[in-house]
């Protein structure tokens, strides 16, 4: 920041009293002060919790002072303010740009970047941050960077370097204590406090990196001053190093002092399940088995309400068959107690590991029927609850996932009654897992057994039937499940089903009934979707090869629909049919057109630099392109709370401009990350690509291997058939055999 920003500011801050609004704004000779004014209300709007107002500032101050970067700063930190994280990633890499050496930004750009899920870059910018800031002029920034990095390293699976960077922070805090104190913006005890939670961070980097006695020794120089009534002082976080230490020496072996520092901790009474099923697994691993029932319930015996202990005290009588009857009225009381995730995964994990995975079909077979019947009130969310967390961990858990799949699918074979919603939500976690053809079976039988009233429900289970259809790439069944649905009017609102019906009779080159069905959903709409059904058919007219009829079509809903937002998706979709009719130009026009209207338009920022990308040019602005849409995707799915944190079709855009600039192995792992992706999994361009950044690797195996599934997938399209894409690869895998 230069003195002349410096000295306005102070200006502004003095010169404005309480309430009062800034001064107008003015034209002005020197683009440098109207800059400054600017900046100074953007700072008074700030201050009053204007944020919309601050940007506008903020942004005109930047406009008018291309080379300060104060205002820049005040931007990323109102964008991050106001949700526009992009943005403010954005403006943050621009300063950076400027000035390499900007600590600050750089940390700030770090910890954006780390929100955003873009974690290497994120560790990236706290390195740089670490690298420039000045332990001797600020001690207390240098200790904040260096701890935000080992953070962020630890997320990374780093720990040795986290571990570095902690002791960084660590040699900082020693050497600056007296200063700190002398300031008076710390007390001595926050400074301890700091000090010892720093040492137990780096305890756990040093566990993790396998160095166990200099882990014990940062463990012990936490505890210490804990313990010390003169230092830190708090007996509650010294008592939970004998968690740490525990760990520690089990990881060592030392079994016996392990067990000891963990009985300590345990009279704190936690109330998580991880104390005592380490509990029992260390007296297990010392050949004292059977003690393990009769010690846990001991302590619950004097702890009643500790569901914690008593969901592992159930599993551990569950692993014996005379105790087993026991751990399932238990497991039973337990459920009807409490929804808490940590109490419902060690049950369920138990089920499984004890061969059962049955009986959390049936617990959560339960909570629907709870929820299908009668029940209102506290009973009713009760039981939503349940569900939903059944669900999440099942969602997260390969192990338990396949296990509980296992079981629905022997269900199915003895004929088990089942509410739809298990069987929709069975069908939800096969896809989860990418077993695409177990989650048609299962959603199949989801519409077998949904109501006809509420018709909704019925209506649902077939829509969701269809995503899994079309996510297998399998047009004739989406067709026949579409016309099914019809005949049998599960819907006053049929328009979906002959939306799914046009594109995929298009796909299979029915073009007459395709575009029959496309204008049935047109006339079924109502004027919520009078523009979706509308574009459909201009999709519909590009499935079939009719690029041009699609352009029309797009050209006129242009002169019908008039809003900014209807007009950006009419040239988003007039782009792809000009992509499609190979006039390159013209789609790309349309693009830059949306992004002039909106830069965070994720599909354009996706298609602009996909389509630089085919054509070999402007590769570093295609990068950043895709890199913006990634970002923009991925905190759209963090507020929305998608648990796939990302699209596969982004990732391999990406991956495809990283491979024309000659860099193959992150255009590998970015492949790889998208093809293990529900959404990429069945993508034979995701395939296709793989393959080809493979065999430029010189994996000519894997390569093969690659082309195989990429043409397995274009097989079942009619359409990849058609455009050439089946005979492509075919090519490809000649030349390497």
């Known amino acids: 920041m230069s003195p002349g920003w410096i000295a306005g500011i102070l200006l502004l801050s003095v010169g404005l009293p309480g309430g009062d609004p800034p001064p107008a704004e003015r034209a002005s000779a020197d683009p440098h002060g109207d800059a400054l004014a600017r900046y100074g209300a953007g700072i008074w709007q700030a201050r009053r919790n204007r944020l919309l107002s601050a940007a506008r500032a903020f942004e005109a101050a930047a406009r008018q002072d291309p080379e300060a970067t104060a ?17 403010a990633i954005r403006v943050a890499r621009t300063i950076l740009e400027r000035d390499p050496n900007d600590a600050e930004a750089a940390q700030i750009l770090a910890r954006l970047l780390s929100e955003a899920g873009e974690l290497q870059e994120a560790v990236g910018a706290a390195k740089l941050a670490a690298e420039h800031v000045n332990p001797t002029v600020n001690p207390e920034k240098a200790i904040g960077v260096h701890r935000d990095l080992a953070t962020l390293l630890e997320r990374s699976g780093d720990p040795g370097s986290a571990a570095a960077a902690l002791q960084k922070a660590l040699d900082i805090l020693l050497a600056n204590r007296k200063a700190a104190v002398a300031t008076r913006r710390f007390t001595p005890k926050e400074t301890d406090a700091l ?67 963990l009985e300590a901790f345990l009279k704190l009474q936690p109330q998580a399940v991880e104390p005592y099923e380490r509990f029992a697994a260390l007296l297990v691993g010392a050949g004292r088995s059977g003690e393990a029932i009769a010690r846990l319930q001991k302590y619950a015996d004097r702890e009643p309400g500790n569901l914690s202990l008593q969901v592992v005290l159930a599993a551990e009588r569950a692993r014996d068959l005379s105790s087993r009857q026991q751990a399932d009225a238990d497991f039973a009381r337990l459920s009807a107690a409490t929804n808490d995730p940590n109490v419902v995964r060690v049950a369920i994990r138990s089920h499984v590991e004890t061969g059962r995975a049955g009986q959390v079909i049936a617990d959560l077979d339960k909570a629907y029927l709870v929820l299908t019947g009668a029940a209102t009130g506290e009973k ?101 499940v579409c016309r099914d649905a ?97 006039k390159y130009p013209e789609s790309e026009a349309e693009l830059r057109t949306i992004l002039d209207a909106d830069p965070d338009h994720a599909g354009a920022c996706n298609d602009l630099g996909y389509h630089l990308a085919e054509q070999g040019r402007n590769l570093d602005e ?31 855009s990406l991956a495809w401009v990283l491979f024309h600039k000659g860099l193959i192995d992150p255009a590998r792992q970015m492949l790889e990350k998208a093809a293990g992706m529900p959404e990429g999994a069945t993508d034979p361009i995701v395939w296709d690509h793989l393959g080809d950044v493979l065999f430029r690797a010189g994996e000519k195996g894997k390569a093969k291997a690659a082309w195989e599934r990429a043409a397995e997938f274009y097989t079942t399209n009619p359409r990849d058939k058609r455009e050439g894409r089946l005979d492509e690869v075919k090519r490809k895998l000649k030349r390497i055999s």
């Open 71 to 87: 205002p820049l700063k005040e931007l990323v930190r109102t964008y991050a303010l106001i949700g526009r994280e992009p943005d």
């Open 195 to 261: 000090t010892a939670e720093t040492f137990e961070r780096l305890g756990n980097a040093l566990g993790k990196k396998g160095q166990t006695d200099a882990a014990v020794q940062a463990f012990r120089s936490a505890h210490a001053l804990y313990a010390d009534p003169t230092r830190a002082d708090d007996r509650a976080a010294a008592a939970r190093l004998d968690w740490n230490l525990s760990g520690v020496y089990a990881t060592k072996g030392e079994t016996a002092a392990a067990l000891t520092h």
């Open 380 to 480: 009713h969310a009760f039981a939503a609850e349940k569900a939903r967390v059944i669900a999440e961990i099942l969602r997260a858990d390969l192990a338990a996932a396949n296990a509980v799949l296992r079981a629905g699918a022997d269900d199915l074979r003895m004929g088990t009654t089942r509410t739809h919603q298990t069987w929709s939500l069975l069908g939800i976690l096969a896809a989860r897992h990418n077993k695409l053809d177990l989650a048609a079976v299962q959603f199949r039988q989801a519409v077998r057994n949904a109501p006809r009233e509420p018709r909704g429900a019925q209506a649902e289970a077939y829509h969701q039937l269809i995503a899994i259809l079309r996510q297998s790439r399998k047009p004739a069944d989406v067709a026949a």
């Open 486 to 582: 019809i005949r049998e009017g599960v819907s006053d609102l049929p328009v979906g089903f002959n939306y799914y019906l046009a594109q995929a009779l298009a796909e299979l080159g029915d073009a007459d009934e395709a575009i029959a069905a496309a204008d049935a959903a047109i006339r079924q709409a109502g004027d919520a979707n009078r523009l979706v059904t509308r574009l459909n058919k201009a999709s519909v007219l590009g499935l079939l090869g009719r690029w041009d009829d699609a352009v029309g079509l797009c050209q006129k809903l242009l002169d019908e629909f008039d809003t900014p937002g209807d007009q950006s998706r009419i040239r988003y979709a007039l782009a792809h049919a000009y992509w499609g009719a190979k």
């Open 622 to 652: 295609a990068e950043r392109l895709l890199r913006h849409a990634i970002a923009i995707d991925r905190a759209d799915r963090r507020r929305s709370g998608d648990p796939e944190t990302d699209n596969a079709a982004y990732l391999d």
